[in-house]
Structure formats: structure tokens, C-alpha cells
């Protein structure tokens, strides 16, 4: 929703914005006071049983088989203990940004994703590879945990 929306938004605009004013644009329309609640609550329990299993479900669905504007990915735990990620194959929002001629902005909403981790306090978010940026062979949204110092 949240990618329609700045969709929506930039296609209105009279003149499209580079990708490093637009990420800038979309983490300070994003980050209000209750999403920074929400990322502190969900940073509490970021590596929780719940929600390990939540994310297991959610890699279990492969959405995007029936949904093209959803996600299929994998989830892989650390093997060391330090947290897991998300290994995203098939992604909605670039399917839609894509669609929209928009995919060269893709990247200033994936930046969230370091935004959102930084708010939560739990975790520290880590990528290699995403799909938005073409070269990539998936998006690995990965979340290590902080350590207590």
C-alpha cells in the first residue's frame, strides 16, 4: 500500500526527484511518532520464538505465486546464532514500480528497511544483494543483533 501511495505521489509530481531526495522524502513522511512506536515494539521482540514463527509462515506462503504485487522469499536463521534473514526472490514492490516506469526509484523505499531496524533498536539491518538495484540475485534483508555493550 504504502508503495501505491508514493507511486501515486510521484507520478503527480510536476517534476520526478532523484532517488537520494526521494529516499530522504520517504524515511521523514514514513517515520512518524507511531510507526517509530511500532518499530520499538517490534524490536522487542525481533528474535522471539513468536516471531521466528511468524516469519517461517510467511516464507511458507509464496504470496507472489498468486499475488505478483507480494513477496515469495525464504527464511534462513544465522547459523551462529546472530539473528536471520529474509531472502526475497520475487518482490511486489518492484514488480509495481516497474510497471509504473518507476523502477529506478525503487531503491529509496528499500532504504527504509536500515531506518526501520535502526528504530526498533533490536537489531542491526544488513544487505547484500536486492533486487532493485538489477543486480542482484535476490534482496537479503538480513537482522543481526545488536550486542549489549
Not at 521523514?28 to 517461517?56: D, H, L, Q, Y
Request: charged residues 25%.
Amino acid at each position: 500500500m504504502g508503495c501505491a501511495m508514493l507511486c501515486a505521489f510521484i507520478l503527480s509530481m510536476p517534476q520526478r526527484p532523484e532517488v537520494e531526495r526521494l529516499t530522504d522524502y520517504y524515511a521523514k513522511a514514513m517515520m512518524t511518532v507511531p510507526m517509530r512506536w511500532f518499530c520499538r515494539m517490534s524490536g522487542k521482540r525481533k528474535f522471539s520464538e513468536e516471531n521466528i514463527a511468524v516469519m517461517k509462515a510467511a516464507a511458507a506462503l509464496k504470496a507472489a505465486d498468486r499475488n505478483s504485487y507480494s513477496w515469495n522469499m525464504d527464511f534462513i536463521e544465522y547459523p551462529d546464532g546472530s539473528g536471520y534473514e529474509g531472502r526475497f526472490y520475487k518482490c511486489g514492490i518492484c514488480t509495481l514500480m516497474r510497471e509504473l516506469g518507476l523502477y529506478d526509484l525503487t531503491p529509496a523505499m528499500c532504504h527504509l528497511d536500515y531506518t526501520m531496524a535502526e528504530a526498533g533498536g533490536a537489531a542491526d539491518f544488513v544487505r547484500e544483494y536486492t533486487l532493485a538495484s538489477g543486480g542482484g540475485p535476490y534482496c537479503d534483508c538480513g537482522y543481526k543483533k545488536k550486542t549489549q555493550d
